[in-house]
């Protein structure tokens, strides 16, 4: 159980265009989903923290014109990445915690998406 | 501001051997700690999760101690094996009222056969 899906796994994209990566919970509702992004050998960095049905809360320094979290449903936060530039080439990765319902504050992770911008 | 350190950085040992990572954490204040691996370019696996209130978890091989008052955790693995090469991640929540988790940088795990 607990099984958090990301898609895609890789995606290539040309400077100035949008990336929409996916990140579901599979076989559990996640009252909370996390995003966060890991550069090389460094570790990950929290960018945001979305509820279901609320707007995202942004760590101090992410832009939330630039990347934008939609936490649609109970089983699906998406982040688009717009206007992307080089230099937001990195491995990104959600999480999921079921919360209040299940009394579980546990993070289960996706398998990450690894975004390179040309 | 909750940051955190894991102490080595990385570690080579023969199999069979065990092994402890350690972890130290600024704000004792927390809700929980987990312990995670990562593979390389892979997600997150989560190993264990030990609440605030509670002194240890163990999974199989793995334990995980918490001292919560000194804002440290170790993770025990027993019998290594070239399997559990790589990367540790300790990860405590933040502080009070947060269950938002602050990363430390890892230690880079290899079991050599």
């Known amino acids: 159980g607990a099984v958090v899906s990301q898609h895609p796994s890789r995606v290539i994209c040309k400077s100035g265009t949008s990336v929409k990566i996916e990140c579901r919970s599979l076989?559990?509702?996640?009252?909370?989903m996390f995003w966060y992004r890991q550069f090389p050998k460094q570790s990950l960095m929290l960018m945001a923290t979305?509820?279901?049905?609320?707007?995202?809360?942004?760590e101090q320094g992410v832009e939330k014109d630039k990347f934008l979290i939609n936490h649609a449903s109970l089983t699906l936060s998406t982040l688009t990445v717009t206007s992307a530039h080089p230099e937001d080439s990195s491995f990104y990765i959600c999480?999921?915690?079921?919360?209040?319902?299940?009394?579980?504050?546990?993070?289960?992770f996706g398998p990450g998406t690894r975004l390179t911008v040309t | 501001k909750q940051e955190v350190t894991q102490i080595p950085a990385a570690l080579s040992v023969p199999e069979g051997e065990n092994l402890v990572l350690n972890c130290s954490f600024t704000?004792?204040?927390?809700?929980?700690l987990q312990w995670f691996r990562q593979d390389p370019g892979k997600g997150l696996t989560s190993l264990l999760l030990?609440?605030?209130?509670?002194r240890e978890q163990t999974s199989g091989r793995l334990n995980a101690s918490l001292d919560k008052s000194s804002g440290r955790s170790t993770l025990y693995i027993a019998a290594s094996q070239p399997g559990d090469s790589a990367t540790y991640l300790c990860?405590?929540?933040?502080?009070?009222?947060?269950?938002?988790?602050?990363f430390g940088k890892g230690t880079k795990l290899s079991v050599i056969p």
């Open positions: 999480s999921a915690q079921p919360g209040l319902a299940t009394r579980s504050y546990e993070q289960y």
């Open positions: 076989d559990f509702q996640a009252t909370t």
């Open positions: 979305s509820n279901e049905g609320s707007k995202a809360t942004y």
């Open positions: 704000d004792s204040a927390i809700y929980n």
């Open positions: 030990i609440q605030s209130s509670q």
């Open positions: 990860a405590p929540t933040r502080g009070a009222g947060s269950y938002q988790l602050t």
